[in-house]
């Protein structure tokens, strides 16, 4: 379970615990409720991470809702954007296994994380990843519920593919961007998992190639 859900769980069981006494124990029935919803709300199950080469994993769970090329600083790209509701695991995990470039957090809206404008408009923190000659790029975008984008990750981390990074909490979207040429395995419906459901497979980096030098003597 993410921290959060412990923190705030146990103070609503506390204000529970101390309305049944004073008030009336109906009166505790909301709290709990409330502390049963976001214990659950902040689960963090493991997933099995594939192995296979070249696999560019999800970043969150929830249901794709776009596959479409883009352009991010002239590389064209595949965006897949992955929409979470309050009822999917929000725990974000990184898509490959590399080193973290860049992290640019932007503040914004919190319109609804469906409307083609969210990418740009909402709260927003754009992740870049480099491994294995290869540049992979996902964005935590906020969402109607959402107020807080959390990355735990640092300029310079490396991080397993698969492996937490961050959470959105709350309905929110999650967008993977994947360099040209890459084999998209998602199409728009589709449920995905974080850590656990490959998005795409990027093709292996080509290996440096070396000018044969012939020997002379003399």
Not at 99 to 122: C, D, H, I, M, P
Not at 130 to 140: A, C, P
Request: with cysteine.
């Amino acid at each position: 379970m993410v921290r959060d859900g412990i923190v705030y769980g146990c103070g609503l069981l506390l204000v529970a615990g101390l309305l049944g006494p004073l008030v009336g124990w109906p009166w505790a029935v909301p709290p709990l409720l409330l502390a049963a919803f976001l214990l659950w709300f902040f689960r963090d199950p493991a997933r099995v991470i594939p192995q296979a080469p070249g696999a560019v994993v999800s970043a969150a769970d929830g249901r794709v809702t776009a596959v479409e090329p883009v352009d991010v600083e002239g590389v064209p790209c595949t965006r897949i954007s992955v929409f979470l509701s309050v009822f999917d695991v929000h725990v974000n995990r990184a898509p490959i296994a590399g080193t973290v470039e860049s992290v640019e957090y932007r503040r914004g809206s919190f319109g609804n994380a469906l409307a083609a404008g969210s990418a740009e408009a909402n709260e927003q923190n754009l992740v870049t990843i480099r491994g294995q000659g290869q540049t992979v790029r996902f964005k935590q975008i906020a969402g109607l519920l959402a107020r807080r984008i959390v990355f735990t990750r640092r300029l310079g981390d490396w991080v397993e593919r698969g492996a937490r990074v961050g959470l959105i909490k709350f309905g929110s979207r999650t967008d993977v961007f994947v360099p040209h040429p890459a084999s998209v395995q998602v199409k728009v419906g589709d449920r995905v998992r974080g850590g656990s459901s490959v998005l795409a497979f990027l093709p292996a980096p080509a290996e440096p190639q070396f000018e044969a030098v012939q020997s002379v003597r003399g």
